[in-house]
């Protein structure tokens, strides 16, 4: 089991950024698909971002495309997410989350498809 903390959440002004960071600890980090989700009060966990083994590959929910960064080092077994242009509706709990299967080096959006979760960090946007 992949132990995730997440870092790095906090408020902000509509238009400003913030990097949230992920530290995992337990088994083989640079073997584990990586993501990001986020859920709004009254609102399902969605997808945000999720970024493959080596990092070459990623993939982004429509919403996000183009303002948020997901990037990983393996070498210090963290995950980070760039928030840029940030709107009232990125307001979340942001997750990060671990794809441990070791056949599947493939960005993944389903929820369900990951084995670990962190215990989340808020984010706040201000109008």
């Known amino acids: 089991q992949v132990q995730l903390v997440e870092s790095g959440g906090g408020w902000v002004q509509a238009g400003g950024s913030l990097r949230l960071s992920c530290a995992a600890s337990?088994?083989?980090?640079?073997?584990?698909?990586m993501g990001w989700f986020r859920q709004a009060p009254g609102e399902e966990r969605e997808f945000v971002a999720a970024?493959?083994?080596?990092?070459?590959?990623?993939h982004y929910s429509g919403s996000v495309k183009g303002r948020f960064t997901i990037s990983r080092n393996n070498a210090e077994n963290t995950v980070s997410l760039r928030m840029n242009s940030l709107k009232p509706e990125d307001t979340a709990v942001y997750y990060c989350?671990?794809?441990?299967?070791?056949?599947?080096?493939?960005?993944?959006?389903?929820?369900?498809?990951?084995?670990?979760w962190g215990q989340g960090t808020q984010v706040t946007v201000s109008s």
């Open positions: 970024i493959s083994w080596g990092g070459t590959t990623t």
């Open positions: 337990g088994g083989t980090f640079s073997r584990y698909v």
């Open positions: 989350a671990a794809e441990t299967n070791p056949t599947r080096n493939r960005p993944t959006a389903p929820t369900g498809e990951y084995d670990d």
